[in-house]
């Protein structure tokens, strides 16, 4: 079983940034795919971000070159640095665990990928 917990989300103007943080139970964190989802109100879950163990990337073209995600394997901690936000990135942030394929892959970009969900964090970009 595996605890996902996020934090760092809020209130901001466009242009602005927040960095959410997600922390992870489990003995062999090091080994999962750690995903970063979004879902808008009204919206489907869309996928933001991921990041192997090993340190590997992959975003969606919608935040490529705004967000950063990172990892640190001996404390069992995500982060997702999200930089000049838009209005549009407005949506509930949710961290994500595959604990099963070890490496990226074109599934790590869909949500039925993963094993483990946190309760999500808000994020509100004003315009």
């Known amino acids: 079983q595996v605890q996902l917990v996020e934090s760092g989300g809020g209130l901001v103007q466009a242009g602005g940034s927040l960095r959410l943080s997600c922390a992870a139970s489990?003995?062999?964190?090091?080994?999962?795919?750690m995903g970063w989802f979004r879902q808008a109100r009204g919206k489907e879950r869309e996928f933001v971000a991921v990041?192997?163990?090993?340190?590997?990337?992959n975003y969606a073209d919608s935040v490529k070159g705004r967000f950063t995600v990172s990892r640190d394997n001996a404390k069992n901690m995500v982060y997702l640095q999200m930089d000049r936000l838009k209005p549009e990135d407005t949506a509930v942030y949710y961290c994500?665990?595959?604990?099963?394929?070890?490496?990226?892959?074109?599934?790590?970009?869909?949500?039925?990928?993963?094993?483990?969900w946190g309760q999500g964090t808000q994020v509100t970009v004003s315009s």
């Open positions: 990041i192997s163990g090993s340190g590997a990337c």
């Open positions: 994500a665990a595959d604990v099963r394929t070890g490496f990226l892959a074109v599934s790590s970009k869909r949500a039925t990928t993963y094993d483990y």
């Open positions: 489990g003995r062999t964190f090091s080994s999962y795919v």
